[in-house]
């Protein structure tokens, strides 16, 4: 099979129960839902790979009841955080613990020096703006990573995180805001 084959394209072969369209689906969008779990559960990659794995399972034995989606990305994004939500409501919530260094390596608190240091670099600009983004509410850091990471518009932004498309654009106008102040 073509692996230049539209998304749309692909869909509608998997959906016929082709294997390399699958495959190739998997294979195309595996490491965008990986970042986007581990976004959401941070402490527990095994359960971000199970919830994805869970996602391709469902939608292999659905396969001939589903619809091509507008956005194959945007629909398996929102799948898996779904699934994620479903299990953390049910209680099955990831089992590992974090230790204080990796607690520290989420929330770095940089001193004044390394700021200084990352503003003058422009190399280091992007681990500079990585660290400020977690300063951010949650909403505004998913907003963010949703439009400039996954591509996403704002109606898709939207939707993945249940407002509406004005909020979706305040959320990630406040985060760039916020950023842009900060790096100022």
């Not at 692909?10 to 998997?26: D, H, K, V």
């Not at 850091?141 to 400039?148: C, K, S, V």
């Amino acid at each position: 099979m073509d692996g230049t084959l539209s998304e749309q394209e692909l869909w509608i072969a998997f959906r016929q129960g082709e294997e390399e369209a699958y495959t190739i689906l998997y294979k195309r969008h595996i490491k965008a839902m990986y970042r986007y779990g581990m976004s959401l559960v941070p402490v527990s990659e095994d359960f971000v790979l199970d919830c994805i794995h869970d996602v391709f399972t469902e939608i292999w034995f659905k396969r001939e009841r589903l619809t091509t989606p507008d956005n194959v990305r945007h629909y398996l994004l929102k799948s898996l955080k779904n699934r994620i939500l479903h299990l953390l409501k049910r209680k099955e919530r990831p089992s590992q613990s974090l230790s204080q260094d990796d607690f520290d390596d989420l929330w770095p608190e940089p001193s004044a020096e390394e700021i200084f240091l990352e503003k003058e670099s422009s190399a280091n600009n992007e681990a500079l703006v990585r660290k400020l983004i977690i300063q951010l509410p949650h909403r505004q850091q998913e907003a963010l990573r949703l439009r400039f990471v996954e591509n996403l518009d704002y109606g898709q932004i939207a939707d993945m995180l249940s407002v509406n498309r004005q909020s979706a654009q305040n959320l990630v106008f406040r985060a760039v805001d916020k950023l842009r102040k900060w790096l100022l």
